[in-house]
């Protein structure tokens, strides 16, 4: 394809997105379905079609209810209702009204629900208990629904719903997310599908994290409806990520006041031992709270609230197991080996913070002894937070376990309103927000809980405004506009104490935003957070899309597209204040003695991370669900999507044989950045053409809507972790990151 018909592809792809823009600016704006249909078709007792019969759908709940008649072939359509409990009413002159009560209904599902009518007058009525909804004959798509019940009665660790997730066919390899929330989210795999591959859904908008493609936190487990996954064959209303679409629904009120308390107690009263541990850690866990929903008054029938708020509390310390590290005994840290099981080979000088050479052995081979001037002062302070290791021969060098404070304390509250404005238009309101800290003592692989450790803020905000407007029975119109936050700050514990000047070192820092350094002694212990923080991490999702969906005849046509703002902002210190390794640079040496003198192998500096990126990542699909007869509905839909990389700073760079920087004429050779020929910003050249075509159908084997074969085929397109693969790019001169060898002391 040569550039000149790039441009014109991107030139169309953008005039084509401007005008969805704008016809969303028309209106509220949306995104996936949350509604399902209930179907069916309407004959005799002897199976002759039946047209012009009035079908009425109530929701037991609310008392809403909405009206169409059958068409000339007798089949009618409901095509976007509210996940919740349905009765179905047909009524035809001449024969005897039917009601078939308590049909449930779930997101993205499609209900069959056919009548029969005997001979009769119509004030004659019939009601049959539905029962178990029947086998979805007009859709392709695979799926699971884990309803209101399931939500509250199944187990699930920490009252994470997402756990829920693996009781489905084909979803694997469950990691859950913190019970205040991470920037990892809760992940699965779907049909050995990678776990960053799955979407995830509130109320119909996007809440898929954006830095690793995991979940978000969800609302509490009473504060849900349903959630719903699709596992195969999605239509082309979803995209993005191809191993499965996670909808998870909130509770909204009905017509009757109902209200919720509740308090979960967790304590270590019943808990073991771990093996490497003296002792069974403290525990104290209470989640308590409570929702209250109902009508708003002098709005019954027409305008509902629903409201919950849960708190946790987890009091917890985090032991560090004696048997997990080796530090040095009382008389190892004065430098005197004397009485080790081991003894080590003393190099013969050192040299000191002056730059003077001077001896190490004050002792001899038999008995090593490091001289006290040769000690370095910057491992001497170390050593102050180093608990004292034993002598004893059973357990030399172990120290006695050390534990920290690793409370959780975490609110969350929903508000949701939804209001039946007039006849036509249905509006959703609802406002999520989760705020927790945690300490994290041991975080990065830190063992000396008196020196270093995280304090952890994750906070969560979801809103999204829907608009389900019924043009007329055939034209529905669905819309919403969402945005997501999740905000993570990781704070030292100590503040800005124990840093280099505080040990008495020299040495620059890389940055003003700067953790303890880092010092890892192999085979004995480590201490400091290994870049876990500190870091400001805000990262959101501001989005709109619309959805169309005009019933035609057989055809249930579906038009739609998405524009969703992704931002990511990350200022963290990174590496800034030094990561030092201590290990044995030959047979003859011993990582401790190379600490005790401060002869880093290893250490590495930088700058510290300032990224301020973001991504576009629009979408438009067409949908048609064909019933070519009463039993076989095809489906088949087009959707396009695009995903760029993050962009934002023009800091990016790659490398290209043989070409020279026109931008920064003194980088060497092949090294080439965003600006020069042919390297835009974010490096990646981003496809336009990327349009996924998908196939499928359904057919009611049997006629009776209780068998249903079903087949699909699609093409998917994934999106990569485009932030950590544009954060990796950055190179100099925005970032600097620097490893030497051999350190001469630490001072």
């Not at 169409?68 to 001449?94: C, I, M, W």
């Not at 009769?120 to 019940?149: C, H, K, N, P, Y």
């Not at 009757?256 to 308390?261: K, N, T």
């Not at 074969?709 to 950055?730: E, K, M, T």
Request: aromatic share 10%; charged share 15%.
């Amino acid at each position: 394809m040569t550039e000149q018909t790039m441009r014109h592809i991107r030139k169309a792809a953008y005039v084509l997105m401007a005008a969805i823009v704008v016809w969303m600016a028309s209106g509220p704006a949306c995104a996936q379905s949350t509604t399902g249909s209930i179907y069916g078709t309407i004959t005799d007792s002897t199976g002759a079609i039946l047209p012009g019969a009035n079908i009425t759908v109530s929701n037991v709940a609310t008392g809403q209810n909405a009206i169409r008649k059958s068409d000339s072939q007798g089949n009618y359509t409901f095509p976007t209702l509210v996940p919740g409990k349905y009765s179905v009413t047909a009524q035809h002159e001449g024969f005897e009204t039917q009601t078939q009560a308590n049909l449930t209904l779930d997101a993205n599902q499609n209900v069959h629900a056919s009548f029969a009518l005997s001979a009769g007058a119509v004030d004659q009525t019939v009601t049959v208990e539905a029962g178990a909804a029947l086998v979805d004959t007009r859709g392709s798509q695979i799926a699971e629904t884990i309803d209101q019940q399931r939500i509250e009665d199944l187990p699930s660790v920490n009252r994470n719903a997402y756990e829920l997730l693996t009781i489905t066919p084909g979803v694997t390899n469950y990691t859950g997310d913190t019970q205040t929330g991470s920037r990892a989210g809760t992940q699965v795999s779907v049909n050995g599908i990678g776990q960053n591959n799955t979407a995830y859904y509130l109320d119909g908008a996007y809440d898929t994290n954006v830095w690793k493609f995991g979940g978000n936190l969800l609302p509490n487990p009473s504060a849900l409806q349903e959630f719903r996954i699709i596992t195969s064959n999605f239509d082309a209303e979803f995209g993005r990520s191809p191993g499965g679409v996670v909808s998870a629904i909130t509770r909204s009120g009905t017509n009757q006041f109902h209200g919720l308390a509740y308090d979960y107690l967790r304590n270590n009263i019943f808990n073991a031992k771990s093996y490497f541990n003296d002792n069974v850690p403290t525990l104290r866990q209470n989640q308590f709270g409570g929702n209250f929903g109902g009508p708003i008054p002098m709005l019954k029938d027409k305008a509902f609230f629903f409201l919950s708020y849960e708190g946790l509390r987890v009091r917890t310390p985090t032991p560090v197991a004696p048997k997990s590290l080796i530090v040095p005994t009382a008389l190892e840290r004065k430098g005197d080996f004397s009485m080790s099981p081991t003894k080590p080979i003393l190099p013969a000088t050192t040299v000191d913070a002056n730059g003077k050479v001077i001896p190490v052995q004050c002792g001899n081979a038999a008995a090593p002894v490091i001289c006290p001037a040769a000690l370095d002062p910057v491992a001497q302070n170390l050593l102050s937070f180093v608990p004292v290791g034993s002598s004893d021969p059973g357990t030399y060098g172990q120290p006695p376990q050390q534990s920290a404070n690793a409370n959780i304390n975490n609110d969350e509250g929903l508000a949701r309103i939804d209001y039946r404005l007039g006849e036509k238009h249905q509006i959703s309101g609802m406002y999520f927000e989760s705020r927790g800290i945690s300490n994290t003592p041991t975080v990065g692989g830190n063992q000396i809980v008196s020196y270093a450790g995280m304090a952890n803020y994750e906070g969560q905000y979801n809103t999204a405004l829907s608009d389900t407007w019924t043009i007329s029975p055939a034209k529905v119109n669905t819309a919403r506009a969402f945005f997501s936050l999740n905000h993570y700050i990781i704070g030292n514990i100590y503040g800005d104490q124990h840093l280099l000047a505080d040990l008495g070192s020299k040495a620059a820092q890389g940055g003003n935003y700067n953790a303890q350094p880092y010092f890892k002694i192999t085979g004995g212990w480590q201490m400091g957070t290994s870049n876990a923080g500190p870091n400001n991490l805000p990262s959101s999702t501001l989005g709109a899309s619309d959805t169309f969906i005009w019933t035609l005849g057989r055809h249930q046509l579906k038009f739609g597209g998405a524009y969703m703002w992704d931002k990511f902002t990350s200022t963290g210190g990174a590496s800034s204040n030094g990561l030092f390794t201590f290990s044995a640079r030959s047979s003859s040496e011993n990582p401790l003695v190379n600490f005790l003198l401060g002869q880093a192998s290893t250490l590495t500096q930088n700058t510290g991370v300032a990224f301020r990126s973001h991504s576009q990542d629009p979408s438009l699909f067409a949908q048609d669900d064909w019933q070519v007869t009463n039993r076989l509905t095809l489906n088949l839909g087009l959707r396009w999507e695009y995903f760029p990389m993050y962009t934002g700073q023009n800091n990016t760079a790659t490398f290209v044989p043989g070409q020279q920087s026109t931008r920064f004429p003194t980088a060497p050779l092949g090294l080439v950045f965003s600006g020069d020929k042919g390297i835009p910003d974010g490096i990646e050249h981003t496809p336009f053409d990327t349009f996924s075509p998908r196939v499928g159908f359904a057919y009611d084997a049997f006629g009776n809507g209780r068998t249903a074969i079903r087949g699909a085929y699609g093409i998917f397109y994934a999106a990569i972790d485009q932030v950590s693969v544009s954060n990796n790019l950055v190179q100099q001169p925005y970032s600097r990151s620097v490893t030497v060898s051999n350190t001469p002391n630490l001072v």
